[in-house]
Nanobody, 117 residues
Framework: VQLQASGGGLVQAGGSLRLSCAAS???????????MGWYRQAPRNPRELVAT???????NYADSVKGRFTISRDNSRKTVYLQMNSLKPEDTAVYYC?????????WGQGTQVTVSS
């Protein structure tokens, strides 16, 4: 059972990255029932919500990323994405994906995003 995040890297300010988070394991047999989210944690800061997408497809964003980031999901691939545009140095953090539904709360291992100025 795991969430495998990928797509992080080093990018210049103003650039773009697309993160992916693929779910695997028996508890994700019905991936579509999970609410999915992306969170991030910068050094010396608490983990914070970036964006979520519910099982019904409703999205929610932190104010700091609205208009720049887009969360989406592909239930057939059991994958959630985070398209990040117009990246800023303050977006630098480890990004984690999360899957939650009644009785389950699963975290991925994180992927590093570094934005240089």
């Amino acid at each position: 059972v795991q969430l495998q995040a990928s797509g992080g890297g080093l990018v210049q300010a103003g650039g773009s990255l697309r993160l992916s988070c693929a779910a695997s394991g028996s508890i994700f047999s019905i991936f579509s029932t999970y609410n999915m989210g992306w969170y991030r944690q910068a050094p010396r800061n608490p983990r914070e919500l970036v964006a979520t997408v519910t099982s019904a497809g409703t999205t929610n964003y932190a104010d700091s990323v609205k208009g720049r980031f887009t969360i989406s999901r592909d239930n057939s691939r059991k994958t959630v994405y985070l398209q990040m545009n117009s990246l800023k140095p303050e977006d630098t953090a480890v990004y984690y994906c999360n899957a939650i539904r009644f009785g389950y709360d699963v975290w991925g291992q994180g992927t590093q995003v570094t934005v240089s100025s």
